[in-house]
């Protein structure tokens, strides 16, 4: 089973994603959570785009799946971003020698079962402090803790995030994976951010709560992979997406416009240079971001092609596809930002009017940006550049014994 031809996905998913525009300024004046939309995507197999054809998926190339999520979330970012845990699960699925584990996950997802993410906390310094712990009781496993960022959790049948586990040299990060309806697990949409209101990237509590053992992982055991750059460029692809929504959205205000200003130099603002020019612009901001998500989409691809099944990648190779996605990720947030700002000289204060909801492509990509600021993407690619060291490294911390508090 295949979606290898822009027409035949374009058949599946534009409807879909087409009804989900359609309700996007809504869902953004009324805080509604887009509960239907996302499990219509996960009925028509979106979930399963890069599951194996043999395994019941579609067998996607990252760069065709970042093009779909770039189109999603041109529609609406947050249902496109809520989806980033479940795509960083299946890679992780991808990449596991074949088990009875791997095979039953092949299942759920190729079901249409979704996976949410809840890894990061408020505890520690950095990511890769946790203090949620999963101890074994009478033989039994129990996991506690909070989490926070748990985007995409509360749409999700199941959860998948990072915990400490006692070891006799200390403490290891594990991963484990539950169902979101297990007794003791509280998903809360307390998420308080001015963009992205609808990922449900709030808080995720633990209470007690039985894992079976598994799904308990040692993150010491994952061999060198794309993962890391691949949640980067996750993100490159939605604000990819929302550059090009104010394209669309400043093309559709203008078109239709009659009134102009006293200073114009047309009677018509779409035959007006000045307002032809911020237009040509943000369209070109569009097509550089479009462009890069495809390029840095490419060089994981890469990666992925010279993944030996249970050795993983070589470090240079994932270096320097890691540096790419950076430099995308940089300059897409740069553009879609730019973008997003300059929409608003072709309107005036209608523009602004609050049941047009364009402020929100503003405040959804300034919300992505800030997951990974970019001033410290713009340092590693110049230490990449200049000393050829490579962002690989900057990683070892979040795999490392002993960065969990108890």
Same mark, same amino acid.
């Given at each position: #089973?295949?979606?290898?031809?822009?027409?035949?996905?374009?058949?599946?998913?534009?409807?879909?994603?087409?009804?989900?525009?359609?309700?996007?300024?809504?869902?953004?004046?009324?805080?509604?959570?887009?509960?239907?939309?996302?499990?219509?995507?996960?009925?028509?197999?979106?979930?399963?785009?890069?599951?194996?054809?043999?395994?019941?998926?579609?067998?996607?190339?990252?760069?065709?799946?970042?093009?779909?999520?770039?189109?999603?979330?041109?529609?609406?970012?947050?249902?496109?971003?809520?989806?980033?845990?479940?795509?960083?699960?299946?890679?992780? %699925?991808?990449?596991?020698?074949?088990?009875?584990?791997?095979?039953?996950?092949?299942?759920?997802?190729?079901?249409?079962?979704?996976?949410?993410?809840? $890894?990061?906390?408020? $505890?520690?310094?950095?990511?890769a402090d946790i203090a949620s712990t999963v101890t074994e009781t009478g033989g039994r496993w129990l996991l506690n803790g909070t989490k926070f960022y748990?985007?995409?959790?509360?749409?999700?049948?199941?959860?998948?995030?990072?915990?400490?586990?006692?070891?006799?040299?200390?403490?290891?990060?594990?991963?484990?994976?539950?169902?979101?309806?297990?007794?003791?697990?509280?998903?809360?949409?307390?998420?308080?951010?001015?963009?992205?209101?609808?990922?449900?990237?709030?808080?995720?509590?633990?209470?007690?709560?039985?894992?079976?053992?598994?799904?308990?992982?040692?993150?010491? @055991?994952? *061999?060198?992979?794309?993962?890391? *750059?691949?949640?980067?460029?996750?993100?490159?692809?939605? %604000?990819?997406?929302?550059?090009?929504?104010?394209?669309?959205?400043?093309? @559709?205000?203008?078109?239709?416009?009659?009134?102009?200003?006293?200073?114009?130099?047309?009677?018509? *603002?779409? @035959?007006?240079?000045?307002?032809?020019?911020?237009i040509g612009r943000v369209a070109s901001d569009a097509f550089t971001a479009r462009t890069?998500?495809?390029?840095?989409?490419?060089?994981?691809?890469?990666?992925?092609?010279?993944?030996?099944?249970?050795?993983?990648?070589?470090?240079?190779?994932?270096?320097?596809?890691?540096? $790419?996605?950076?430099?995308?990720?940089?300059?897409?947030?740069?553009?879609?930002?730019?973008?997003? $700002?300059? #929409?608003?000289?072709?309107?005036?204060?209608?523009?602004?009017?609050?049941?047009?909801?364009?402020?929100?492509?503003?405040?959804?990509?300034?919300?992505?940006?800030?997951?990974? *600021?970019?001033?410290?993407?713009?340092?590693?690619?110049?230490?990449?550049?200049?000393?050829?060291?490579?962002?690989?490294?900057?990683?070892?911390?979040?795999?490392?014994?002993?960065?969990?508090?108890?």
């Amino acid at each position: #089973m295949t979606l290898h031809t822009n027409a035949t996905r374009d058949a599946r998913f534009a409807p879909l994603f087409d009804d989900i525009a359609a309700g996007a300024v809504r869902r953004e004046r009324e805080r509604l959570l887009p509960v239907a939309e996302v499990r219509a995507l996960a009925d028509a197999g979106f979930g399963k785009l890069r599951l194996p054809a043999e395994e019941g998926g579609y067998d996607v190339s990252l760069a065709e799946l970042a093009a779909l999520v770039r189109d999603l979330a041109a529609a609406d970012s947050n249902v496109a971003h809520l989806w980033r845990g479940h795509f960083g699960f299946v890679e992780l %699925v991808r990449l596991w020698p074949d088990s009875p584990r791997r095979r039953a996950w092949l299942d759920r997802i190729a079901a249409g079962e979704i996976v949410g993410n809840a $890894t990061s906390e408020t $505890t520690g310094n950095t990511l890769a402090d946790i203090a949620s712990t999963v101890t074994e009781t009478g033989g039994r496993w129990l996991l506690n803790g909070t989490k926070f960022y748990s985007t995409g959790t509360l749409y999700a049948d199941w959860i998948y995030g990072a915990a400490g586990r006692a070891t006799a040299d200390g403490v290891e990060r594990v991963t484990f994976a539950v169902r979101r309806d297990a007794r003791g697990v509280v998903c809360e949409d307390d998420w308080d951010g001015f963009g992205q209101a609808h990922t449900a990237s709030g808080t995720t509590r633990f209470v007690d709560v039985e894992v079976d053992p598994v799904e308990i992982a040692s993150y010491r @055991e994952a *061999p060198l992979s794309h993962i890391q *750059p691949f949640f980067q460029l996750y993100l490159v692809a939605v %604000v990819a997406g929302i550059a090009q929504a104010v394209e669309r959205d400043v093309v @559709e205000f203008v078109r239709p416009r009659t009134r102009t200003y006293i200073h114009a130099n047309t009677e018509v *603002p779409g @035959e007006d240079p000045q307002v032809l020019e911020v237009i040509g612009r943000v369209a070109s901001d569009a097509f550089t971001a479009r462009t890069l998500l495809t390029a840095a989409a490419h060089a994981l691809d890469g990666v992925v092609a010279t993944n030996v099944p249970g050795q993983g990648v070589e470090r240079e190779v994932l270096d320097a596809a890691e540096n $790419t996605v950076y430099q995308a990720q940089v300059t897409v947030l740069d553009v879609t930002l730019r973008a997003a $700002t300059r #929409m608003f000289e072709v309107g005036g204060a209608s523009a602004t009017y609050r049941d047009r909801a364009l402020d929100r492509h503003w405040r959804n990509a300034r919300v992505v940006a800030s997951h990974n *600021p970019a001033i410290y993407k713009y340092r590693m690619v110049g230490e990449h550049a200049l000393h050829g060291r490579g962002p690989v490294d900057s990683w070892r911390s979040y795999h490392q014994v002993g960065r969990t508090t108890f």
